[in-house]
């Protein structure tokens, strides 16, 4: 398979099946994600909950373009309250740390910690992560802390091209690409 193609149903990227609940990081990364969970024959609920992204008006904006995504590729979306603060305190103590650190560790728990709980709230056997799409994530780690929870699926969304995917749907669709992770200490 080529970069950047989508693909086939034959090419077995999860390890389930049926319905997935898919943490949405952001609208660029959650494209090819679920194109490749669809085209494998999943049921695809985006849930768009980031308490890292700040200002709320990013955090709006990459909403608003998750919700076009939804709408252009027929996909039902789940949205959590926005809740900076709470966030802040999960991290608390961890501000300083290098990208690729401990906050973001702690980062990613508290992301899957919430998708997990709306997986049980919605009765999703399963569900995965758009973060691990990004070139700027360890995907080791993700699945690390994703295995505490007994629906998560260690799905990575950077292999068979998923970045490069990611670059031409959100040329395709019209999405935002943000420059950065999303939290205040990931823009230094």
């Keep these: 398979m080529k970069l950047g193609t989508p693909i086939t149903n034959n090419e077995s990227p999860g390890t389930g099946s049926g319905k997935l609940l898919l943490h949405t990081c952001c609208a660029p990364c959650a494209a090819p994600s679920a194109e490749r969970m669809v085209l494998a024959g999943r049921e695809v609920i985006l849930f768009f909950s980031n308490f890292n992204i700040h200002p709320e008006t990013e955090y709006q904006k990459r909403l608003e373009h998750a919700r076009k995504l939804a709408r252009r590729m027929n996909l039902v979306i789940e949205e959590d309250q926005y809740d900076h603060a709470e966030w802040l305190k999960h991290i608390h103590g961890l501000e300083n740390e290098p990208e690729k650190g401990r906050r973001c560790e702690k980062c990613f728990e508290f992301s899957l910690a919430r998708t997990n709980q709306m997986a049980e709230r919605l009765g999703i056997e399963a569900f995965a992560t758009t973060l691990t799409l990004s070139p700027h994530k360890v995907s080791r780690i993700i699945f690390e802390i994703?295995?505490?929870?007994?629906?998560?699926?260690?799905?990575?969304?950077?292999?068979?091209?998923?970045?490069?995917?990611?670059?031409?749907?959100?040329?395709?669709?019209?999405?935002?690409?943000?420059?950065?992770?999303g939290c205040e200490f990931s823009r230094r």
């Design 146 to 181: 994703g295995a505490q929870f007994p629906r998560f699926e260690p799905i990575d969304f950077k292999k068979q091209g998923g970045f490069l995917r990611s670059i031409e749907l959100s040329e395709e669709y019209g999405l935002y690409r943000q420059n950065y992770c």
